[in-house]
């Protein structure tokens, strides 16, 4: 997937030099990019006494379905918070109720592990798309915090409620790993946006 940044697609705040940071740094994903820069400064380093999309949190809830006993389980993931910002305010005060989707953080040595299992002729190209963002469902996540990269996959959406997400905000500073930083955040909700709001295609699906 290439990516085109306007300055119209840009806050009218953003500082000459902040716009040319993030086209700069949007251009290493452009197919074909010949380009040896590995662009990994994704994470801010504020602190903010609420959730903002995109934060990365710890430890939570996930179900798992074991196709065999058709039953249940739960499980703990990492996870990053897809949701609107002002849709995770428990403050925000709405007549319909909405949940908070997240998907959960895939460590990228063990997604590693499994397509070598599968024995693919062009692993180090998918482990290279992968790493330039060239995969639509994909979000590749740069070593933050916990010094180590992950995954995750955009058509795996899981949700909570936003009584569980107050919960975890009660002790925030533990359970928030990261905040993206504005080029994250960015590149963020481009990927989204190009995951589920493509315009029609010439094919006819």
Known sequence: MNFYLDDNL?????????????REALNQFKVNNNSDKNYTNFFSSRKYSYFLQGDVIRDVRFPRFDFT????????????LLSNTCDMDENNNRQIKKEILICK??????????????KPNN?????SDIKS????NIFYLPPNSLNKDYIVFLDEIHNISIEELKMLKIDIDKNRISTLDFFGYYLFIFKLSYHFCRMP???HR
């Open 123 to 127: 692993f180090n190209q998918i482990i």
């Open 105 to 118: 953080l895939i460590l990228f040595d063990d997604y590693k592990k499994v397509l070598l299992n599968l």
């Open 10 to 22: 840009l806050p009218s705040d953003f500082t000459k030099t902040n716009k040319d940071r993030l």
């Open 201 to 203: 295609e010439v094919s």
């Open 133 to 136: 963002q060239q995969f639509s």
């Open 69 to 80: 006993k058709r039953t249940y389980s739960k499980e703990y993931f990492d996870c990053i």
